[in-house]
Structure formats: C-alpha cells, structure tokens
C-alpha cells in the first residue's frame, strides 16, 4: 500500500509541478490529491472486495469528471482549459491503475502523459492549434481601427475584433481582439505598441 501511494505522489508531484511553473489555473496540489485519493479508494476497493471492486472503481472514474469540469474557463469568447480538465481525469485513472497493482500499465500512462505535453507545448510555440490570446488596447486619441488591424496583423496569424469602445470626451479608443499566432511574436506586441504616440495601455489575456 505504501509503495503503491509513494509511486503515486511522486508521479502526480513532478506532473503538478510542472502545470504549477506553466501557470495553468490548476497548480500541482489539485492534480496530487486526485491521484493519491483515487489511488487509495483503489486499494480500499480490492481490499474491502477483492472479487468485485468495480462498483467502487467506476465511481470514481465518473466523480472526478465533476472536478475536471470546473477547470474549464468560460469567457465571452471561448472555453479554455480543456487539457486540464483532461489532465485531472486521466490522473484519476492513473490513480486507479497503480493502485490496483498494474505499475507497467501506470509508467506507460504516465509516460504518454509527458508526450502530449511536450508536444503540446511544441505546437503552442509554432502557433499551430488552439493558442489564443485577447488584447485590449487603450488609446490616448483616436485612431483609425484598421491602422491598428494592420499593424497587429504583422505579429499574429489570426485577428478577430471583439469589441470597439470610443470615448468622445476624453477622445480614447478601447479596442478587443481575439489574436492567434506564436507565443513569441504575440509577446512582441506591447513593445511594439509602445512606441507609438498614441499608445495609452493594452492588456493580454
């Protein structure tokens, strides 16, 4: 039972760790008390009912997708966070897995895990798939929106505008876009923005 636990959390706590270092909105605490608990009820079901523990089992399986749902961050514009709620799920399993005995099975789990990750990230940084960000942008006069269109369109692979606020009194513009490209090239942007005269403040999300 010991080893079967100790395996567990050190799995779940270098995986935690890792989530925690990328800010993602679930730190490595979450992901360790979903293995180490699913591991446990896994050894109490074998043990309390060793000829039919799968009632117990598939409860748990079922239970954590609850907590997996309430990683997801829904904004206006889109639903993030589907590879955390994901990720809890299958921590959940891996739980399971080594805590009813099959190691190998768990290792290869595990190992796929850091897989997707890794890869994961790779596409992030290549802005391929899903990395999105929102920019608000404050200015301190007003501009035309497509100068501005066209000059965050040299940075990112995607543009959508959100929302355009003019402030007539104060003579500002706000602007939303919802932008798409490489990490690198959309973390140039404010620099970029910076230089010009009209630039009051921008925000990403």
């Not at 897995?97 to 190998?104: A, D, E, F, K």
């Not at 995607?158 to 402030?167: E, G, T």
Request: aromatic residues 12%; positive net charge.
């Amino acid at each position: 039972m010991i080893l079967r636990l100790g395996i567990t959390f050190v799995l779940s706590f270098i995986f935690g760790l890792e989530r925690q270092r990328a800010h993602k909105p679930t730190g490595f605490g979450t992901f360790i008390f979903v293995a180490i608990g699913s591991c446990a009820l896994a050894i109490t079901a074998i043990t309390m009912n060793s000829e039919n523990p799968l009632p117990l089992l598939s409860a748990i399986v079922t239970g954590i997708g609850f907590l997996g749902a309430g990683a997801l961050i829904k904004t206006t514009d889109k639903i993030f966070g589907f590879t955390t709620a994901a990720s809890i799920w299958v921590f959940a399993i891996l739980g399971l897995i080594i805590g009813v005995g099959y190691y190998l099975i768990g290792i290869m789990l595990y190992l796929l895990i850091w897989f997707i990750i890794f890869f994961d990230n790779f596409l992030e940084s290549r802005g391929i798939g899903s990395y999105q960000r929102k920019l608000t942008i404050l200015t301190n006069k007003i501009i035309k929106e497509s100068d501005l269109k066209q000059l965050i369109r040299s940075r990112t692979s995607k543009q959508k505008l959100i929302s355009v606020n003019i402030d007539k009194k104060n003579k500002s513009l706000c602007i939303t876009y919802l932008i798409e490209g490489s990490k690198d090239e959309i973390n140039k942007i404010p620099q970029m923005l910076f230089d010009k005269d009209w630039f009051e403040s921008c925000r990403l999300e």
